[in-house]
């Protein structure tokens, strides 16, 4: 268990997430707030039944969002001068040679990863080194 704390606390949120989690708590809130008035003027009775499911949807649906927002700290071994790691989590589905005609001009090894919503989405260089050419498409 202690192991397991101590990885809880290597994982923080992405800043980008900041507002759409704390705006996602207010909208859950709010739409909870007035369904327990709804339901508690229709019958007393009705709020004791539903609530419990939908704070249970809501509070699912917000861990989910924190979830997808969530930035573990990366820690790698050793020396990772020569080391090329995946740029993102997820599973390799195309690995094959591409010609790449903007900056390279020739043909370039294109690897594809497919991210499920239960991966971390972020980027991160593969190799030590300078970026001189960025170019989002």
């Not at 007393?44 to 539903?50: D, F, T, Y």
């Not at 969002?65 to 589905?93: Q, S």
């Not at 390279?104 to 030590?128: C, E, Q, T």
Request: hydrophobic share 45%.
């Amino acid at each position: 268990m202690g192991e397991r704390i101590k990885k809880l606390k290597k994982i923080r949120i992405h800043r980008e997430g900041n507002s759409e989690l704390l705006y996602g708590a207010l909208v859950i809130f709010g739409i909870n707030l007035l369904l327990y008035f709804t339901l508690n003027a229709i019958h007393p009775l009705a709020r004791h039944i539903v609530m419990p499911f939908t704070c249970g949807i809501g509070a699912f649906v917000w861990l989910s969002m924190l979830n997808f927002y969530r930035c573990p700290i990366r820690y790698f071994n050793g020396d990772t001068e020569k080391l090329v790691v995946a740029p993102a989590d997820g599973k390799i589905v195309v690995l094959e040679e591409a010609e790449e005609n903007e900056y390279f001009h020739d043909k370039r090894l294109m690897i594809s990863i497919f991210m499920s919503p239960l991966n971390v989405h972020a980027n991160w260089f593969p190799v030590d080194g300078k970026v001189k050419f960025v170019h989002h498409q």
